[in-house]
């Protein structure tokens, strides 16, 4: 059975940083691609980050320079790291596995979730 379990989330100050975790019981965890998306209260999913198998990564316009987003293959966990976070980057994070980066939005295997709350 697969299981991706997300961890790190919690209540932060505007301008402060927490990293999220998100291990996977994938056997093959080094080949597939890991992507972070997230759901604000009232907003559709979108995506955040993601790091294909040989760790090029990419993120959405709205956190480039503040988010970023890393692996370690012996530890099967993906990680995001975020600073400066704004009242703006509320909401719940997901991780996702999947073959690819352009299969994640639809063919990915999903985590529960972890929420993150931006005080102002």
């Known amino acids: 059975q697969v299981q991706l379990v997300e961890s790190g989330g919690g209540l932060v100050q505007a301008g402060g940083s927490l990293r999220l975790s998100c291990t996977a019981s994938?056997?093959?965890?080094?080949?597939?691609?890991m992507a972070w998306f997230r759901r604000a209260p009232g907003k559709q999913r979108e995506f955040v980050a993601g790091i294909t198998s040989d760790s090029t990564t990419s993120f959405a316009d709205a956190v480039k320079g503040r988010f970023t987003i890393s692996r370690d293959n012996a530890k099967n966990t993906a990680y995001l790291q975020m600073n400066s976070l704004k009242p703006e980057d509320r909401a719940v994070y997901y991780c996702?596995?999947?073959?690819?980066?352009?299969?994640?939005?639809?063919?990915?295997?999903w985590g529960q979730g972890t929420q993150v709350i931006v005080s102002s």
């Open positions: 994938l056997r093959t965890f080094s080949n597939y691609a």
């Open positions: 996702a596995a999947s073959s690819s980066i352009a299969t994640m939005e639809h063919g990915a295997y």
